[in-house]
């Protein structure tokens, strides 16, 4: 597109994305330096899976409160034992008996995620050593509880767990300091939109409104008088929705957060515009629960999974070397899964915000951009997402030891199951928290490969950082094909 057709001023042209008529304006570099915004009409996208995502929760809903009602303070009350009589066992339980324990989980998922972000901004660099190192030991020690309370599979896979964290954590090492800085600068973006804050601090009140109703369900289902191969069937079912669920609500609040920090970066350095359109968030905050919102939808049954074995496969794979056999079978699911990042990526979440496409053409699109900018090897480095994650994950941990504790003390025969459940609440509540940081991460790489001198208005210093971390690393992989070339 050219721009004596669609060009217009800076002081005035990105402003206009918050307008009431749900136009956008996409900025691209022109060859001089300028801006050209072409005009593109925000349509919904995706629609089936926001249809698919809410007749999910009306059902499921509905489902949860004829679990929890069956055994709340009556045995059996809407008389649901009579369809599981192969499947029932002597104990009996009842509703309030277990529901307790969730409501105290959910208090403190979310105590973890406020303090966690409140450390994070006060003690950077530590609360980030902590989440790295810290995790594996703690994975260690539950696994040892496991064995000694006779649960040998949990055991087992903690015990794995804290194998692939401490292979991973070794495998990464040399990009930690880089993947400091870049949660650093972040932190300093979402550190300065406290409004950004208080909205993803409202997703997490409707997050734990949903996990009312959704642990009042779980708890009838522990109570429930079938055996133990039902009823950790059912809260598999349960944990899958809920897993969804919290999914959809850190990418609606990711979308949100990356449409902001893209519009601070723009309006960054601009002397007419000291300030952002008043209505930039409220604008955000509607596209991203309507017209994007089948898309999020969409984007959040798959990016998470993809994105995990992503960062496993290239920490292991860059550790492998003269087992050619090995590095053939990990060579050929890292291609497998790099073909799947190109159409599952968190990048997409950007493009969203600011431009309004589909999941599938904005993960395309935001690969094709870091592809054709060389900005995918510092995307490779950043371990960012993987830091935060383990964050998540420990944050999970802690609120599933707690539970577990207490529910050893009352119902030890049901701990591992309660256990269990409350870690995933904890996870989905101390994640909630953390997507704020990632957005900010996320819109950063978008920025930079967009137009990175919308990054060194902002910052000087990390564009400088940024330009060198890249150069080597396109150094690295140009030396490592000449290797490979020589070799052939």
Same mark, same amino acid.
Do not use: K
């Given at each position: 597109m050219s721009d004596s057709t669609n060009s217009v001023s800076p002081s005035s042209d990105y402003a206009s994305i918050s307008s009431g008529d749900q136009s956008l304006q996409r900025s691209r570099r022109s060859g001089d330096g300028n801006r050209a915004i072409v005009r593109e009409s925000r349509h919904w996208h995706d629609v089936f899976w926001s249809a698919i995502f809410v007749i999910?929760?009306?059902?499921?809903?509905?489902?949860?409160?004829?679990?929890?009602?069956?055994?709340?303070?009556?045995?059996?009350?809407?008389?649901?034992?009579r369809y599981t009589q192969g499947f029932l066992e002597n104990h009996k339980g009842l509703t309030e008996d277990y529901w307790p324990l969730y409501a105290v989980a959910g208090g403190i998922g979310v105590f973890i995620s406020w303090v966690w972000s409140l450390l994070l901004g006060s003690y950077a660099n530590e609360m980030m050593k902590v989440s790295v190192h810290i995790l594996t030991t703690y994975l260690a020690v539950v696994s040892v509880l496991c064995f000694w309370c006779r649960q040998f599979f949990w055991g087992g896979a903690f015990a794995v767990g804290a194998l692939l964290q401490f292979l991973y954590v070794i495998s990464v090492i040399d990009r930690l300091p880089f993947t400091m800085l870049v949660l650093r600068k972040a932190l300093k973006l979402v550190w300065g939109l406290p409004k950004v804050i208080m909205v993803a601090h409202a997703f997490t009140v409707v997050m734990l409104l949903w996990m009312s109703l959704w642990s009042f369900g779980a708890a009838g289902v522990v109570a429930s008088s079938m055996g133990d191969e039902g009823r950790w069937w059912l809260l598999l079912?349960?944990?899958?929705?809920?897993?969804?669920?919290g999914a959809v609500l850190c990418n609606t609040v990711h979308v949100i957060v990356s449409g902001m920090v893209f519009h601070v970066l723009f309006h960054c350095g601009q002397e007419e515009s000291s300030s952002l359109p008043?209505?930039?968030l409220i604008d955000s905050l509607r596209y991203a629960v309507t017209t994007s919102f089948g898309s999020i939808c969409y984007g959040s049954l798959f990016t998470a999974a993809i994105r995990t074995l992503r960062w496993e496969i290239r920490g292991f794979r860059s550790k492998i070397c003269g087992n050619e056999c090995l590095l053939c079978c990990v060579d050929f699911l890292f291609h497998l899964v790099e073909t799947l990042v190109r159409f599952f990526n968190k990048y997409a979440y950007v493009q969203i915000a600011v431009y309004g496409k589909g999941f599938n053409k904005s993960a395309r699109d935001a690969w094709e951009l870091f592809q054709s900018t060389g900005v995918e090897a510092l995307v490779a480095y950043d371990c960012s997402g993987a830091v935060l994650l383990m964050g998540t994950i420990f944050g999970g941990l802690i609120t599933g030891s707690c539970i577990g504790i207490w529910a050893w003390i009352k119902y030890s025969d049901r701990v591992i199951m309660v256990a269990s459940t409350a870690m995933l609440m904890g996870m989905v509540l101390v994640g909630l928290g953390m997507v704020v940081v990632e957005s900010a991460v996320t819109s950063i790489y978008i920025c930079f490969a967009e137009?990175?001198? @919308?990054?060194? %208005?902002?910052?000087?210093?990390?564009?400088?950082?940024?330009?060198?971390? @890249?150069?080597? %690393?396109?150094?690295?992989?140009s030396s490592r094909a000449h290797e490979v070339s020589t070799t052939a």
């Open positions: 999910h929760m009306i059902c499921l809903g509905f489902v949860l409160a004829v679990l929890g009602l069956n055994r709340f303070r009556i045995s059996d009350r809407l008389n649901i034992d079912v349960l944990s899958v929705s809920l897993f969804w669920t008043p209505s930039s137009d990175p001198l @919308l990054i060194q %208005r902002w910052d000087a210093d990390f564009y400088t950082e940024m330009s060198e971390v @890249l150069h080597r %690393r396109l150094q690295h992989r």
